[in-house]
């Protein structure tokens, strides 16, 4: 008799593109390998395509619409042949997801094709969290930590209850609320160049949120928010840590915090 062709096969492991963002590649890789790490413990395909550009959002929300589309169609282009495209950031995820088909709403070839990657296209944690079932992580860190609800991931992609779920699983982390979570940091991509003074103003404010909580260490899901406030505080002389919740979550919080120095290279130095 022929085998039993109704045997139970199990599913392929899904194929998620990695969209690294611009600001992970430039100033803190880590975050890239936690987001790897991550997705593959919880049975996906990862991969990161070497044609990736930037998302295309600075000069989108410039005003400059034709810039940001010709910098989106590499990236539709790019990550056509995945499954999902995952970020670890609600803002560049955000602008594939909720802009590119405005981008492309007229284009015969390209409206498809950036619906169909809008579709398609998660910020880490909620992609975890919402798409694969993810309800709790294996990894260990110790001390208070105060978590920051970066704008575009908490707005456009209603990403708030996800980060908290899975941290409350890490082992040794405490979270304790930050009051003003919900309130921008002041960065705003172009906007904390275009108003400095108001921008400063802002974060001021948040860093003095975020030393009022005791927290020993200040997450959130966004590099461009980390980056703005991990700078105050450490202008300030503050020695809370500051790092991507995907770094905790991942099992990789023993890394130098964002803007320390490792100490083997304070040596060399």
Not at 173 to 186: D, I, N, Q, V, W
């Amino acid at each position: 008799m022929p085998p039993d062709q109704s045997t139970h096969q199990e599913p392929e492991r899904p194929r998620v593109g990695l969209f690294v963002t611009c600001l992970v590649d430039f100033f803190r890789p880590q975050v890239g390998f936690a987001a790897v790490k991550l997705l593959e413990d919880a049975g996906c395909e990862v991969s990161a395509p070497l044609n990736q550009t930037c998302c295309g959002q600075p000069a989108y929300n410039s005003g400059d619409s034709k810039s940001a589309a010709a910098v989106a169609e590499g990236v539709v282009r790019a990550f056509a042949e995945f499954d999902y495209v995952v970020a670890p950031s609600g803002s560049c995820a955000g602008m594939i997801h909720e802009h590119y088909p405005r981008l492309f709403q007229e284009d015969p070839v390209l409206g498809p094709m950036a619906a169909d990657l809008a579709g398609k296209t998660h910020e880490l944690i909620s992609f975890l969290v919402d798409i694969l079932g993810v309800d709790r992580v294996e990894a260990a860190y110790e001390g208070v930590v105060t978590y920051h609800d970066s704008c575009s991931g908490l707005r456009e992609l209603k990403i708030k209850a996800q980060p908290r779920q899975l941290l409350a699983s890490v082992a040794g982390a405490h979270l304790r609320e930050l009051p003003s979570a919900e309130t921008c940091c002041g960065f705003g991509g172009a906007f904390c160049v275009k108003y400095p003074e108001i921008s400063n103003k802002m974060v001021s404010d948040k860093a003095d949120d975020i030393t009022a909580t005791g927290a020993d260490t200040l997450l959130a899901g966004d590099l461009g928010c980390l980056l703005n406030m991990a700078g105050k505080l450490s202008r300030e002389g503050s020695g809370i840590q500051v790092r991507h919740v995907a770094e905790v979550l991942a099992g990789m919080g023993d890394a130098p915090a964002i803007g320390q120095i490792d100490e083997p290279m304070r040596k060399e130095g």
